[in-house]
């Protein structure tokens, strides 16, 4: 909400002397945020309204004028060249020795001749064509004719005035006015808020038609409809005072009526609708919109429209869609005799779903959307009457039609004293609190308080006790700690485990990254097949921003992609990122009414030409570990990786991690390199399993002995079942089974390999003997023998 | 005696004078002091002695042997050190090589952020409280004393799954849910990921992430609520930050408050961070409406609370001085390596 500083000077009486910084610091720090303000103008000296009588071309430059001016009985020359002056025009006219920007002005010889003035462009006045649109192209201020002649223009248009942008809350919709902020002025500088005109609204006739129409609501999304009708209207510019208060709030003026209704809703937030009363036929109807009803707004668009939306139709068609937009064919226009006037209260729900269906958001149903107090409707009709009389504009009586579905009754309250310091924190006395909110309009007596109409937020203590303490000043309340039973803070084990994880991911060389966890059904196309349908089992969005937010992810897969493309394609080396979060799993929940499972996974993506799948399958190792997690191998059947190089971790069948090499297939739809390694830890599951209860076990005693075997075997042979057997051979005194070395080509039969172990024997109830080691390396032999048909190398 | 003794000690100076490596002194420890050594031997003529000269001698010797240890101690020190120095001199290497890239990743700075804001409050006895992104929309509004059609949740554009399950607008649910399920004395903070249909730009992103924070308990006043910020923002912030409570308006708190702390850059005098402010805006909070306390079963005549939730990208923006958004969320490791 923009607002003229000099406008609210008109109802408070501020000090001249106070600081524009003061001002809008002060009315923040009471609740009225200001955005920012903005200077409008800059203060001239001897600038004065003049009416320009005659135009000479100057006969050596025909682009200069000279130009003869009426200021008073005293005539100007100007030598100026402004191509758009006219005869009749009343201009701003700087006289000798008027103060301009820092400048004095002189007269001037232009093109041999004096010029005994200077006719100001809207920049002189530090003014844009954005502050004053009602600007001829060349820059010239031509005033309406109402302005007089003479006139200080510094004064006529409030230069050094302020514009004040304010962010009003949701709650405060009174504030959306001059009169309500002129009150919150009045309150945050203790200064009494002046009536500027005499709110007559009591005295409104109620009658049941006027000027024949009479009017039926016929929904329960209208509270309260008046109509009034204005006749012997001359459509025209509206006075100058009007038009530059429109400028000034950032309105556009278009003619008299329809500036007044801008002007009324402004001054006092009550949106107004002005209908051309000779295009109304019969009776005004206040309904629900018929299934596909169709109406061309002011904006000249066909608006279609269904039984959610209100409309004000007349006995044939809807002519406005309430508090919204009127209808094309009703609007005021220059042949525009009579005028029917709507002030009306509708339901802040109905108009914020039309408004947003339609995608149609306007000051009126801006207002509306906050909810309004129904009085405001009467209050408003009064000072259109009010305006259109004493501007002389037409004739307007006070009988109007009045339909009312709503009671307009005092809200009371009972001040709890106590309650209020106690939610504040303050130590106030009565007599403290009671003129706070005196000076808020909340009068008391007893202790019972009778709210405003206009402060419908006000219901509870506590809406009393903010305020009391923003009146009072946030800025004072005493600042303390909470007086709590002791409690008992920390993080969970569950949080602890987390943090853990993230930790060793870090410590193990990934970078931490953040990705969002909604995707387009593309991209995960991308990465993962469509066979895997539990991936495909999506939660869908109703209202996605894009086809790229349209899914809640089931994988972190293509996300890490990303990541790792966009850090390749950026010619970053060797990247290892982790991403902790979560997936959104078992969709078909939602049916049900019920929440997907969300599930937590830390996913780990690296590239770089010296990874290798044992790289990553140590670092998935080095985590599980932290956690004494054993695990069982087995080739992995994630379509996403390499079928040869990707492996599944196991713990009671239950896959816990996937590690692997990105399939070439997928690389394909990428940007990244063939060295490009995936892993997956379903972090829910590793919670799970971890090993919380630790016991000591004894340092051995006894010497180890160390025994290297080698043999050939057929290359399919996993190395991971080869030292399960051995271990299973006797699981008292193998210690330790440690790969040394693999060789596969010459000398070596095509189809198998060559693998060399280091077998560590320990007993823990003696040191072993030579007997009892030979009678281990021969069923050792055996067993790769029968088990693995290995061909032992002596 | 004594002259032959002092030649003795001469003789073993000069040699050691003349030696150059470790083996030579070696050589004259076994020519004076080794079993068939000079001063070993002349110590076996003790036993020839009168008696009466015996004692004197045997010091005389027993002192010349201590002197010419020490000596070629000493000189086999200075030797072993030299060649050490030789060894270490030789062995210099250019230490401005890096061998490999860094081990040890980096956190996001988000998480750099809430980890320390955790840090905070798990000081001051609050413990953290999770729950889902997508929630119940009564949970994450009609809870929330945000009822349909009010005009609040237009300030929170929010992305529906069907009319009653959405993706959470703010973490608030959890507090809602936390209430449910936990008496007073409640202190928690809730930290994560949050959802407003924004489009990216700059300063905006549908996915963002928030840390709220809840106590409830008897005689929780407002006044509590401004010093436990003001605690939070001098730990985190520094020393000499201020806050300031502005009046502002949520529907789950009443009365409601917007907070700043004085920038912590220029320290309240106007720079390119605060916007020539002196102030940056970081918190919302308030007391927790008695509608709110009510809808979890809690007696608003008997509990009272506060409130308050932040955004960790503001905060982690205005601290790095992040001037975009969309970096947080593109994971080009040159940015995340910075944190």
């Known amino acids: 909400m923009n607002v003229s500083l000099n406008w609210i000077k008109e109802y408070v009486k501020l000090d001249d002397n106070l600081e524009i910084k003061e001002i809008t610091e002060r009315l923040t720090m009471s609740g009225s945020k200001v955005e920012k303000f903005e200077k409008y103008g800059t203060l001239v000296e001897g600038v004065y309204t003049g009416l320009v009588e005659n135009i000479v071309k100057h006969s050596e430059d025909d682009s200069f004028s000279i130009v003869t001016l009426n200021l008073c009985d005293n005539n100007y020359i100007a030598v100026a060249k402004i191509p758009d002056i006219a005869i009749g025009d009343i201009v701003p006219v700087a006289l000798p020795n008027a103060k301009i920007l820092g400048k004095s002005v002189k007269e ?34 031509s005033f309406p004719k109402d302005v007089k002649i003479g006139v200080d223009v510094s004064k006529l248009l409030g230069l050094g005035d302020y514009i004040i942008e304010f962010e009003i809350t949701p709650n405060r919709s009174d504030c959306l006015s001059i009169e309500g902020l002129a009150r919150e002025f009045a309150v945050t500088f203790d200064l009494e808020c002046t009536e500027l005109w005499q709110d007559k609204s ?45 400028m000034k709030s950032g309105y556009s003026v278009i003619n008299n009526i329809v500036d007044i209704t801008n002007f009324v809703m402004l001054e006092i937030g009550q949106p107004l609708h002005a209908f051309d009363r000779d295009i109304l036929n019969g009776e005004i109807k ?32 809807a002519v406005a869609i309430a508090g919204v937009m009127g209808g094309l064919d009703s609007a005021i226009s220059n042949q525009t005799t009579s005028v029917a006037i709507e002030s009306a209260n509708f339901i802040r729900g109905s108009i914020r779903n039309t408004s947003k269906k339609l995608l149609l958001r306007t000051d009126a149903s801006a207002k509306y959307e906050k909810g309004l107090a129904p009085e405001l409707t009467e209050h408003a009709m009064n000072r259109v009457c009010n305006l259109i009389n004493t501007l002389g ?40 609190i009671d003129n706070i909110l005196n000076k808020l309009n909340l009068k008391v007596e007893g202790s019972v308080v009778t709210v405003p109409y206009y402060r419908e937020d006000i219901r509870i203590i506590e809406d009393l006790s903010e305020e009391i303490a923003r009146i009072y000043g946030y800025d004072k309340l005493p600042s303390t700690m909470p007086n709590t039973a002791a409690t ?18 870090l410590s193990l060389g990934f970078n931490e990254i953040y990705t969002y966890t909604f995707f387009s059904i593309d991209t995960l196309k991308k990465a993962i097949s469509e066979n895997d349908k539990k991936l495909y089992n999506l939660v869908k969005l109703e209202n996605p921003l894009s086809k790229d937010f349209e899914f809640m992810r089931t994988t972190t897969i293509p ?63 080095n985590i599980l570990n932290s956690f004494k997690i054993e695990t069982e191998i087995v080739r992995s059947g994630e379509t996403y990786l390499h079928p040869g190089m990707s492996a599944d971790l196991l713990v009671n069948n239950e896959t816990i991690a996937t590690i692997g090499k990105l399939n070439p297939k997928i690389i394909q739809n990428y940007t990244l390199p063939e060295n490009t390694y995936i892993a997956i830890i379903y972090v829910d ?46 699981i008292n005194i193998v210690e330790n089974v440690t790969l040394f070395d693999v060789y596969q080509g010459n000398q070596i039969e095509m189809g198998k390999k060559s693998m060399a172990y280091r077998i560590k024997l320990r007993s823990n109830d003696k040191t072993l003997e030579d007997t009892e080691i030979s009678a281990f390396m021969d069923s050792l032999f055996d067993m790769l023998n029968s088990k693995f048909k290995a061909q032992i190398r002596k | 005696m004594n002259d032959k003794l002092k030649q003795i000690k001469e003789l073993v100076e000069l040699e050691l004078n003349a030696s150059v490596k470790v083996e030579d002194i070696e050589n004259i420890k076994v020519k004076y002091l080794g079993k068939k050594g000079e001063i070993t031997t002349i110590l076996k003529t003790l036993g020839q002695m009168a008696p009466e000269d015996r004692k004197e001698a045997g010091s005389l010797i027993n002192n010349l042997r201590q002197e010419v240890e020490s000596i070629i101690e000493y000189k086999l020190k200075i030797l072993k050190d030299s060649e050490i120095d030789k060894k270490i001199t030789s062995e210099k290497i250019d230490i401005s090589i890096d061998k490999s890239n860094e081990k040890i990743g980096n956190k996001h700075p988000l998480t750099v952020v809430l980890d320390d804001i955790k840090e905070i409050f798990i000081g001051m006895g609050y413990s ?49 849910r936390t209430m449910l399920i936990q008496e007073p004395p409640i202190k928690i903070i809730v930290p994560g990921r949050v959802y407003r249909s924004d489009n990216v730009d700059a300063t905006h992103s549908p996915m963002f992430h928030q840390v709220e924070g809840l106590v409830v308990d008897k005689n929780i006043t407002m006044s509590d609520l401004k010093g436990t910020l003001e605690t939070f923002a001098k730990t985190y912030f520094g020393e000499n930050t201020k806050i300031r409570l502005r009046p502002h308006h949520f529907p789950f708190t009443e009365p409601s408050a917007e907070v700043d702390v004085s920038c912590f850059v220029c320290a309240g005098i106007g720079c390119k961070v605060c916007k020539g402010e002196g102030w940056i805006e970081i918190l919302g909070a308030g007391m927790v409406h008695p509608n709110v306390l009510a809808a979890a079963g809690i007696d608003s005549k008997i509990y009272s609370g506060f409130a308050f939730g932040m955004g960790l990208e503001r905060i982690a923006m205005t601290k790095f001085d992040i001037n975009d958004m969309r970096y947080l969320y593109e994971n080009d490791v040159r940015f995340l390596k910075q944190f």
């Open chain 1, 286 to 317: 206040v309904r629900q919109a018929y299934e596909n009803e169709k109406i061309v707004t002011l904006d000249k668009e066909e608006r279609i429209l269904n039984n959610n939306n209100m409309v004000i139709a007349d006995s044939e068609k």
């Open chain 1, 488 to 505: 008992f803070g920390g993080r969970t084990d569950k949080q602890l485990f987390e943090d853990k994880i993230k930790s060793l991911s």
């Open chain 2, 128 to 176: 953290i409280a999770e729950g889902p992104e997508v929630e119940y929309s009564k949970l994450n509004f009609d809870a929330l004393n945000t009822p349909k059609d009010h005009p609040a949740r237009d300030l929170q554009d929010t992305f529906y799954i069907t009319e009653d399950i959405i993706l959470r607008t703010q973490t608030s649910p959890v507090q809602a």
């Open chain 1, 559 to 621: 996300h890490m992609l990303e990541a790792l493309e966009r850090n390749y394609s950026r010619k970053n080396d060797d990247v290892k990122l982790f991403d902790l979060g979560k997936v959104f799993l078992n969709a078909e929940n939602i049916i049900k009414n019920e929440l997907c499972d969300e599930k937590l996974h830390l996913t780990l993506g690296m590239y770089g030409d010296n990874l290798d799948f044992y790289e990553l399958k140590d670092v998935v190792s």
């Open chain 1, 685 to 730: 599951k590793v919670y799970e399993n971890k090993v919380n209860k630790i016991k000591y076990k004894e340092l051995p005693k006894y010497p180890t002995v160390e025994r290297d075997i080698a043999f050939v075997i057929n290359e399919d042979v996993l190395s991971g079942d080869i030292v399960k057997e051995i271990k299973n051979l006797n």
């Open chain 1, 108 to 141: 001037d010889l232009v093109k041999g001749i004096t010029s005994q003035c200077m006719i100001c462009h809207i920049a002189d006045l530090g003014l844009t064509k954005e502050q004053f649109p009602i600007v001829k192209s060349s820059g010239l201020i």
């Open chain 1, 202 to 246: 009591a005295n409104l006739n109620y009658v049941n038609s006027i000027d024949n129409i009479s009017v039926k609501v016929e929904t329960e999304n209208c509270e309260k409809y008046i109509l009034n009708v204005a006749k012997n209207i001359k459509i025209k510019p509206s006075p100058f005072e009007i038009q530059l208060k429109l």
């Open chain 1, 393 to 432: 504009i037409g004739t307007i009586s006070l009988d109007v039609v009045n339909v009312s579905n709503c009671k307009q009754i005092d809200f009371k309250l009972n001040v709890d004293y106590n309650k209020i310091n106690s939610i504040v924190g303050t130590d106030l006395s009565i007599s403290e």
